[in-house]
């Protein structure tokens, strides 16, 4: 049974910056496609950052594009992403997500993932 766990949420003061992990624990790693999601309070849960099996192909929601840097580490079964000037709406819990796939390696999804973690929290203050 795959697990997820994130780590490197905190608070952070606006413009600053900000490491998030997240560790798949079980299956297979380098067969999953991986993504970050966040959920502010009161609102849905949104697709933030996508990376393939293969961790050259990667797509970002339009808010983080140019500040926040998705990347995997297959050796160790981690993702991380790098949270560049952030900005008070970017405050939410962060959670990462892993689907299975067989078939590509440079698959990209913002939907249809199959495994969840437990989310961290990011608070920007300004």
């Known amino acids: 049974q795959e697990q997820l766990v994130e780590s490197g949420g905190g608070m952070v003061q606006a413009g600053g910056s900000l490491n998030v992990s997240c560790e798949v624990r079980?299956?297979?790693?380098?067969?999953?496609?991986m993504g970050w999601f966040r959920q502010a309070p009161g609102k849905e849960r949104e697709f933030v950052a996508a990376?393939?099996?293969?961790?050259?192909?990667?797509n970002y929601a339009d808010f983080v594009k140019g500040r926040f840097a998705i990347s995997r580490v297959n050796a160790t079964n981690r993702i991380y992403m790098r949270m560049n000037s952030v900005k008070p709406e970017d405050t939410a819990v962060y959670f990462c997500?892993?689907?299975?796939?067989?078939?590509?390696?440079?698959?990209?999804?913002?939907?249809?993932?199959?495994?969840w973690g437990q989310g961290t929290q990011v608070t920007v203050s300004s």
């Open positions: 990376i393939s099996w293969s961790g050259d192909r990667t």
């Open positions: 997500a892993a689907r299975l796939i067989h078939w590509s390696a440079t698959a990209l999804f913002r939907t249809g993932y199959e495994y």
């Open positions: 079980g299956g297979t790693f380098n067969r999953y496609a």
